[in-house]
């Protein structure tokens, strides 16, 4: 079997422990006769799965007890329109604050059923693209919520500080962040993100919701768009992505053997710095256009100076093993996304090739 170091943005790397559980599972669940994508949703077995993943991410994230957890179909997309649907029934003002491609369509969302504030943007600074200080921002006192992405998978921009909002509800999408390092639900009234990146497979999106923002949402919200419903039926209003859900259980349960977040955070803060260590380190022949201060640890993006150069990079990247660097296809260069399941070995072999790289050419 040929073993390669998978640097995709999503769906994701996944720890090979979990692979092995899974597939070691797959034709009979715990003595049962079956694969757990074979059971009944109702039924007892996929219950104590469910409950057991939910327990393990309340542990792993101190969610207090006045946070539901809901698992959910949709991807993170579906969030950008249940957000505004749900929360924006009383009041239809609300702030945004636009970092990239994943704000921009969470945006263009709630612009279908509210009106939206871009209370700050991202500006080219003199150390590279920066997200302005939150003095700078335009926020509105009376807004339903304010909303905005910790971590722009795109463009590798992350906010190293929780913007403040008083009484007015913060809604984050962590889709590229959540579990990389610690964060304090507190703070928040919504956080969400889909699982494909450091929470297993596509297929379930996590929402973390303050009870009372569990409201009325507007009257012709589809029923399974409502928070209401699906916390009232645990998740369970129709049927779940089920083995997308068992395998965010494996994954939780594989975070928790590390030692939980704050190791994991530890591991991720050293493989970040090696590898924007050799993109600044390589005499401009790499490049990082982010601001230092506003750097992503998980996607890690960079540009060849000779962009020519890049077919070359990405195959023999691939030949050493190291794939799916590409960037995105909207903003084009490489990227290297290091979520919780990439070795710290598929680090450093990455920093080395790209220093024997510099070399050859
Ligand atoms: N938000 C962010 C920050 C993302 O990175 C992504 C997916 N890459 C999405 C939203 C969209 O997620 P999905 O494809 O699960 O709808």
Redesign the pocket.
């Known amino acids: 079997m040929r073993k390669v170091f998978n640097f995709n943005?999503?769906p994701a790397m996944l720890p090979e422990e979990v692979l092995l559980t899974a597939q070691g599972e797959m034709l009979d669940w715990h003595g049962c006769g079956m694969s757990i994508m074979e059971l009944g949703h109702r039924g007892p077995e996929f219950q104590q799965v469910a409950a057991a993943a939910e327990k393990s991410l309340r542990e792993l994230m101190a969610i207090p007890e006045h946070y539901q957890v809901l698992f959910l179909p949709g991807?993170?997309?579906?969030q950008f329109a249940m957000v505004p649907l749900n929360l924006l029934a009383r009041n239809n003002k609300v702030d945004y604050v636009d970092t990239g491609i994943?704000s921009k369509k969470a945006i263009a969302e709630a612009e279908r059923y509210g009106q939206v504030n871009i209370a700050a943007k991202c500006h080219h600074g003199k150390e590279g693209i920066v997200i302005p200080s939150q003095q700078e921002w335009h926020l509105q006192p009376d807004v339903a919520y304010l909303h905005y992405?910790p971590?722009?998978?795109i463009e590798g921009i992350e906010f190293h500080f929780i913007p403040e909002t008083g009484d007015v509800p913060l809604v984050a999408?962590v889709?590229?962040m959540i579990l990389s390092q610690p964060i304090d639900v507190n703070r928040f009234g919504i956080l969400y993100a889909?699982a494909?990146?450091n929470l297993g497979q596509?297929g379930v999106?996590i929402v973390i919701i303050r009870n009372d923002l569990i409201g009325e949402a507007m009257p012709f919200t589809p029923t399974l768009y409502q928070y209401k419903v699906l916390s009232a039926n645990h998740s369970f209003y129709n049927t779940p992505p089920t083995y997308s859900w068992y395998l965010t259980g494996l994954v939780l349960d594989w975070i928790k053997r590390q030692g939980g977040v704050e190791t994991i955070y530890a591991i991720n803060q050293r493989k970040a710095k090696k590898l924007y260590a050799a993109i600044d380190e390589s005499n401009g022949f790499y490049c990082n256009n982010i601001d230092p201060k506003c750097r992503s640890l998980t996607n890690v993006v960079f540009t060849l100076k000779d962009d020519t150069l890049q077919g070359e990079f990405l195959k023999q990247a691939n030949e050493a093993g190291l794939v799916n660097l590409r960037g995105h296809k909207v903003v084009g260069g490489l990227r290297a996304s290091i979520y919780n399941a990439m070795p710290e070995q598929g680090i450093d072999l990455l920093v080395t090739f790209m220093r024997e790289f510099t070399l050859k050419y």
Request: hydrophobic share 20%.
């Open positions: 943005a999503g991807g993170a997309t579906t994943w992405t971590n722009e998978t999408d889709s590229s889909g494909q990146k596509a999106t």
